[in-house]
């Protein structure tokens, strides 16, 4: 079974902080994605990654950087914590460049408030 | 750009009934994929169902099974005889033609009643 996992369940921080979410992912998937999910808007994708030290970014990658240092984990920093930044955070992680047909698979999400 | 509307925030069900959730998109693209995602209370996305722009049938798996109509650039989700564990929210989803990123829509929450 692939297996995405991410760090935290429930996270609390300050504003201004600076924030790691770390994702891990067990099946050597190319592609991982960071999203932000927030009620009515769906999930929206922060950045993606393709590649070790390859990073791309989504549609609201603003107040946020990656890190992908290693195949297998791909890190979401907040440099300067906010409270708009107050969200359930979604990894995830899909295996094959060019084949649309590939499900992603998720990790269990991570629940930050700034406070 | 690609984009996903789901127009229905929340939805009832009467358990063994089946269900339509809906979800139309637009997308330049010629070549796309469709996906349907439930969140159940715990958090995880579990995927459903995939539907392909050339495929010619409907998608179907098990209970589920997606009604794609691409002249009106709907791919909406039928499920049928609900369950009380299909209570949940529902994400329909794009995939663009390089296979890598979704587009979401606003999701939908299905509430089964016994």
């Known amino acids: 079974d692939v297996k995405v996992t991410q760090s935290s369940r429930y996270l609390v921080k300050r504003t201004g902080e600076k924030v790691f979410l770390e994702c891990v992912q067990d099946m050597d998937h190319e592609n991982m994605f960071w999203y932000r999910q927030d009620p009515g808007l769906g999930l929206r994708l922060i950045y993606f990654?393709?590649?070790?030290?390859?990073?791309e970014k989504g549609d609201i990658p603003e107040g946020y950087s990656v890190s992908r240092e290693k195949k297998e984990r791909f890190s979401l920093i907040l440099e300067s914590a906010s409270t708009n930044q107050t969200s359930m955070y979604l990894c995830?992680?899909?295996?094959?460049?060019?084949?649309?047909?590939?499900?992603?698979?998720f990790g269990q999400g991570t629940r930050l408030t700034v406070v | 750009a690609q984009k996903i509307t789901q127009t229905q925030p929340g939805m009832f069900v009467q358990e063994k009934e089946a269900v339509t959730l809906d979800c139309t998109y637009d997308?330049?693209?010629?070549?796309?994929?469709l996906f349907w995602y439930k969140q159940p209370s715990s958090g995880e996305m579990i995927f459903l169902i995939y539907q392909g722009s050339y495929d010619e049938q409907n998608a179907t798996e098990g209970r589920y099974s997606l009604n794609f109509q691409k002249a009106r650039k709907s791919a909406n989700l039928v499920i049928s005889a609900s369950q009380l564990g299909d209570s949940a929210m529902y994400f329909c989803?794009?995939?663009?033609?390089?296979?890598?990123?979704?587009?979401f829509g606003g999701g939908t929450r299905l509430m089964v009643k016994p």
């Open positions: 997308t330049s693209d010629q070549s796309y994929g």
């Open positions: 990654s393709y590649d070790v030290k390859m990073k």
């Open positions: 995830a992680s899909s295996p094959t460049l060019g084949q649309m047909n590939t499900e992603a698979f």
């Open positions: 989803a794009m995939g663009d033609n390089a296979g890598n990123m979704l587009t």
